[in-house]
T-cell receptor
Framework: AQKVTQAQTEISVVEKEDVTLDCVYETRDTTYYLFWYKQPPSGELVFLIRRNSFDEQNEISGRYSWNFQKSTSSFNFTITASQVVDSAVYFCALSEPHSSASKIIFGSGTRLSIRP | DADVTQTPRNRITKTGKRIMLECSQTKGHDRMYWYRQDPGLGLRLIYYSFDVKDINKGEISDGYSVSRQAQAKFSLSLESAIPNQTALYFC?????????????FGDGTRLSIL
C-alpha cells in the first residue's frame, strides 16, 4: 500500500539557515511519481516539483533543492539560505500510475517557520 | 481570474443542514477531485471524477456526495452536516492525458459545523 511519512511535524529556524524537510514513502510499484507542495499561511496549495521513479537526478531551483534516493525511499527537500517568505506547511505526496485512480497520497505535512 | 475557483470561501452552518460546495475550473482538465484537510492529517481524498458523470469514492466518502454535470464543474454536498466535518476543503484538477500530472488546487473552503 502507498504511504507517505513526514516525520517532522514542525521545524523552526532562523532566517538564512539551511533547512531540510524529510519525506519517506512506501510503494510496491516500480513506477511512481513524487511531489512537493507548499501551503503558505494564506492557505492555497502550490505545486513545487514532480519527480518520476526513473529519474534519480537531484534537482535545484534557486534556493530549493530536492534529493531523491530510491535506496532509502526518500525524497527530501532542502531550502538554502531560508527566508521568512518560506514559512509555510510543506506536503510531500506520492502517486502510482497503475493504481485504480490517478490520485495522490499526501503526507501529513511539515510546518516550517522561519524567524527573522 | 483563478484557474480553479471554489465557492464559498468560508461557511458556518449548523448540524443537520445540507451544504453544497462548488468548484469550477477554466483549465479544461478532465479530472477533478475533492479533498479535506485536517490539522496533522494532511489531505485526504473524498471523491474524484475522470469525466462528466464519472464518480469514484476516495478514502473518506461517507457522509458526502458529489455531482459532475459538466466538465468544468464538480460540486460536493454534505447531506446532513455534522461537527466532525468541520475542515478545510480543497477542489483540485489534473490533466487527463497523463495520469501523473500535478494537481492544481483551488484556494479552499473553510467549513465550520456548529
Amino acid at each position: 500500500a502507498q504511504k507517505v511519512t513526514q516525520a517532522q511535524t514542525e521545524i523552526s529556524v532562523v532566517e538564512k539557515e539551511d533547512v531540510t524537510l524529510d519525506c519517506v514513502y512506501e510503494t510496491r510499484d516500480t513506477t511512481y511519481y513524487l511531489f512537493w507542495y507548499k501551503q503558505p499561511p494564506s492557505g492555497e496549495l502550490v505545486f513545487l516539483i514532480r519527480r518520476n521513479s526513473f529519474d534519480e537526478q537531484n534537482e535545484i531551483s534557486g534556493r530549493y533543492s530536492w534529493n531523491f534516493q530510491k535506496s532509502t525511499s526518500s525524497f527530501n527537500f532542502t531550502i538554502t539560505a531560508s527566508q521568512v517568505v518560506d514559512s509555510a506547511v510543506y506536503f510531500c505526496a506520492l502517486s502510482e500510475p497503475h493504481s485504480s485512480a490517478s490520485k495522490i497520497i499526501f503526507g501529513s505535512g511539515t510546518r516550517l517557520s522561519i524567524r527573522p | 481570474d483563478a484557474d480553479v475557483t471554489q465557492t464559498p470561501r468560508n461557511r458556518i452552518t449548523k448540524t443537520g443542514k445540507r451544504i453544497m460546495l462548488e468548484c469550477s475550473q477554466t483549465k479544461g482538465h478532465d479530472r477533478m477531485y475533492w479533498y479535506r484537510q485536517d490539522p496533522g492529517l494532511g489531505l485526504r481524498l473524498i471523491y474524484y471524477s475522470f469525466d462528466v458523470k464519472d464518480i469514484n469514492k476516495g478514502e473518506i466518502s461517507d457522509g458526502y456526495s458529489v455531482s459532475r454535470q459538466a466538465q468544468a464543474k464538480f460540486s460536493l454536498s454534505l447531506e446532513s452536516a455534522i461537527p466532525n466535518q468541520t475542515a478545510l476543503y480543497f477542489c483540485a484538477t489534473s490533466d487527463g492525458t497523463d495520469s501523473n500530472q500535478p494537481q492544481h488546487f483551488g484556494d479552499g473552503t473553510r467549513l465550520s459545523i456548529l
